[in-house]
Nanobody, 122 residues
Framework: QVQLVESGGGLVQAGGSLRLSCAAS????????MGWYRQAPGKQRELVAT???????SYADSVKGRFTISRDNAEATVYLQMNSLKPEDTAVYYC????????????????WGQGTQVTVSS
């Protein structure tokens, strides 16, 4: 049914940039909210950024001014441009989609991708 697949993680030096992508599939007609979360070792999963279908965004204070979330509604894809990366940004980054209207399976809620590792070296 509905699947989210992330890509774009990797190893980067402090100060560098990475761009994460998350593509949703499953006969999707629309998605209300999409977002990125992250979980560092030994820590709880935390919100990084979200974006609604109308383009309204929100960010964690720790990434404001460095990260930019965007989406392509036609492609059901959300992006996270990460600049000026810091070692403390190291984590597994998860894509989330909520209130997903599908063609055949009704509306689905709170779906997660499998995660992509981002490692920032000092």
């Amino acid at each position: 049914q509905v699947q989210l697949v992330e890509s774009g993680g990797g190893l980067v030096q402090a100060g560098g940039s990475l761009r994460l992508s998350c593509a949703a599939s499953g006969s999707i007609l629309s998605i209300n909210r999409m977002g990125w979360y992250r979980q560092a070792p030994g820590k709880q999963r935390e919100l990084v950024a979200t974006i609604t279908s109308t383009g309204s965004t929100s960010y964690a204070d720790s990434v404001k001014g460095r990260f930019t979330i965007s989406r392509d509604n036609a492609e059901a894809t959300v992006y996270l441009q990460m600049n000026s990366l810091k070692p403390e940004d190291t984590a597994v980054y998860y894509c989330n989609a909520d209130e997903i209207v599908t063609r055949y399976w009704g509306t689905k809620y709170d779906r997660w991708g499998q995660g992509t590792q981002v490692t920032v070296s000092s």
